[in-house]
């Protein structure tokens, strides 16, 4: 292709010589422009991983968080920041499978609502408003959770406030996700099931939860991977806590809100890269299982 | 009552929560946001006096608008020529390629990388080099949290466009290419032409989405209140004052700040509303 295109190029005369010209430089921007968009990517794995990586121990994981002192005193008698992220992980668990509690259930009953009622109006808004609710930038969530919950339930920072913004950011995730899914599920198969005269629960929890399982997974995934990595809402509604909680009425940790917290700590500020590269490469293996899931559906 | 009624009824009730729950969010943020509109009226849109010293308070939202708007619209500015490029890549020269696959994968992992890593990432790799370039605020402002702000919405205006300029139809293309068009002329003159509208809908969607970036601004932009003189000057968005003031604001300046998130929620919401409105008319 290239040998007879600069064939053509050669033999070309005049204006058509500037068009072939043209065209192999427009190619070139595209394709130069394309690969530079994607090499933040390894800029930000490549930092972390270097940084990082001689930080991941098993105190890591099982251990809280030093506090400043601590560490400065470590750091000047020579040895390595001690302690982990164990509050970070343990709130950020809490929260999520609250959050995930909440969410899944009532997302999957909205989408297969939308599903079953398409396009009538009443199911043309409740989609737009799952729609703009997936707009909704974080920190606003963040700012409901905290007058909802923070102010009127649990009078004080709690992790049932993070895990309600948290919730509210997963919801219009697996909503779309769930009647994309049903969407490409044949009709054939339901079909078949209301020929048998089987009741219309039985068909949604029998016949097309199943069949569409796969799907229904990779939504729920990437909603929680949406999620894991988010800090202003948390900032707002979960504050942080230097020990380990399980407590919903009381303020938790979380990794991102520790990534935050070691950032403005000139004692701790070490510690940002083990926990970014903890919390980046969990992100990415939510990703790449859902990933994989979709490949193998195909 | 029968089974079906039933199921229907339940799933009609938890659809109807989801209602509840955005006049919900409508209305919170409209009853936080009242005594400030109440004792400033309108002119705490177009005022730029952010003042919480106690006996003089006096709020203003306009410089963290103009901020948000600045960086937003010149992060898009910077993302396009990138995620065209991209789009083009993947959803025409080299469609269906295991190489199209992998830069397809390469962008969606940017999106997965979580904004406050993105915020750690230019603080410590971006700044020192814009400071480097000389820039005169120590590599803080409104240029920096641009570029990574750019990165960041890459994913997200990629992704419709991609799919819209692959689904070009091929019949159209190649009635050009008999006529001895370069892939140049097909692209503008069929492959624009047709996918246009779904291309900009994915420009202005990314845009709902670098409004209400939080993190990466906040670590970024310097955080200055005062109104900002250029691109390269510091500034604050509406999100990031939010996520610095929340903390030990209550009275006035708590409301001050929820009707900072009203208008950012209004904003967003509208804009992805066009870019939203736009898709449908093109489907």
Known sequence: ?????????????????????????????????????????????????????????????????????????????GKGIPGGILNGIGGTLIMVTVASIVAIPLGLLIGIFLYENGKSRYANIVRDVSDI???????????????????????????????????????????????????????SIK?????LGIPYHKILLKILIPTGLSGLLTGILLAISRVIGETAPLMLTALGNPTLSF???????????????????????????????????????????????????K | MNSEKVTKRILFIASFILIILISGIVLTLISGAFPVFEKYGFSFIYSDKWDPTEGKEQYGALTYIVGTVITSLLALIICIPFAFSTSLFIGEYYKGTLVAKIIGTLIDLLAGVPSIVYGLWGFYYLRPLLFNLGENTQGYGIFTSSIVLAIMIIPYATSISTEIISLVPNHLKEAAYSLGATRL????????????????????????????????????????????????????????????????????????????????????????????????KFA
């Open chain 1, 1 to 77: 292709m290239s040998k007879t295109l600069k064939l053509e190029i050669l033999q070309a005369t005049g204006n058509q010589k500037k068009r072939y010209i043209k065209n192999k430089i427009f190619q070139i921007f595209v394709v130069v422009f394309a690969i530079i968009a994607t090499t933040p990517v390894f800029f930000i794995l490549f930092e972390l991983i270097k940084k990082g990586i001689k930080q991941i121990n098993f105190d890591f994981f099982t251990k809280v968080a030093p506090d400043s002192f601590e560490a400065m005193m470590a750091v000047s008698s």
């Open chain 1, 133 to 187: 609710l997936q707009g909704a930038p974080s920190i606003v969530l963040g700012i409901i959770s905290y007058i909802w919950i923070v102010k009127n339930v649990t009078h004080g920072f709690s992790a049932l406030a993070g895990s309600m913004a948290l919730a509210i950011m997963m919801l219009p995730l697996i909503i779309r996700s769930t009647e994309e899914t049903f969407k490409m599920i044949p009709n």
């Open chain 1, 191 to 195: 079909e078949a099931g209301l020929a």
């Open chain 1, 247 to 297: 407590n919903l009425n009381k303020p938790v940790d979380a990794v991102p809100l520790l990534i935050w917290q070691f950032y403005n700590d000139p004692n701790l500020v070490d510690l940002v890269w083990s926990s970014s590269l903890f919390l980046v490469f969990l992100v990415l293996v939510l990703n790449l299982i859902s990933k994989r899931i979709i490949s193998k559906r």
């Open chain 2, 185 to 280: 002329e097909v692209i503008t003159n069929v492959t624009i032409p047709v996918a246009r509208s779904g291309i900009i809908a994915s420009y202005i969607l990314a845009l709902g989405r670098a409004l209400g970036e939080t993190m990466a601004v906040t670590m970024l932009i310097g955080n200055s209140n005062l109104m900002p003189k250029g691109i390269f000057s510091l500034g604050n968005t509406m999100a990031s004052v939010i996520a610095n003031q929340f903390g030990e604001a209550s009275g006035l300046k708590l409301s001050s700040l929820i009707a900072i998130g009203l208008l950012l929620f209004v904003v967003t919401g509208f804009i992805n509303g066009i870019g939203k409105l736009i898709i449908k």
